[in-house]
């Protein structure tokens, strides 16, 4: 069974910055596209950066720039560092793999929730003005 663990959210001012981490264990496949959403309070998942096995990565607009994405293959980690956090950073992030050697879209905003078959409890980003 494949299980996510994210980590690393937490409590900042704007400005500030916190890394995220998806580790993965049970995967029954070596390719998996990661892809990391997010839910701000009262709305529904917005994807924001994936990354595939073959390690292409893509952003939202929102957190181009801002926002990296990477990945550990020996750990069977994702990262999420998040620079110049804003407040409408807030909200409830969730890793989410789903198998195959490419991302089911180029951009993460565009990727339904329901394409992902596994996903992480979450961790709160929080950023105050």
């Known amino acids: 069974e494949v299980q996510l663990v994210e980590s690393g959210g937490g409590s900042v001012q704007t400005g500030g910055a916190l890394s995220l981490s998806c580790a993965a264990s049970?995967?029954?496949?070596?390719?998996?596209?990661v892809i990391w959403f997010r839910q701000a309070p009262g709305k529904g998942r917005e994807g924001i950066a994936h990354?595939?096995?073959?390690?292409?990565?893509d952003y939202a607009h929102s957190v181009k720039g801002r926002f990296t994405i990477s990945q550990d293959n020996a750990k069977n980690t994702v990262y999420l560092q998040m620079n110049s956090l804003k407040p409408e950073d807030t909200g409830m992030y969730y890793c989410a793999a789903a198998s195959g050697a490419y991302c089911p879209s180029t951009n993460p905003a565009f990727s339904n929730p329901e394409w992902f078959h596994y996903w992480g409890r979450g961790t709160q980003v929080t950023v105050s003005s």
């Open positions: 990354i595939s096995s073959i390690n292409r990565t």
């Open positions: 049970g995967y029954t496949s070596n390719t998996y596209c």
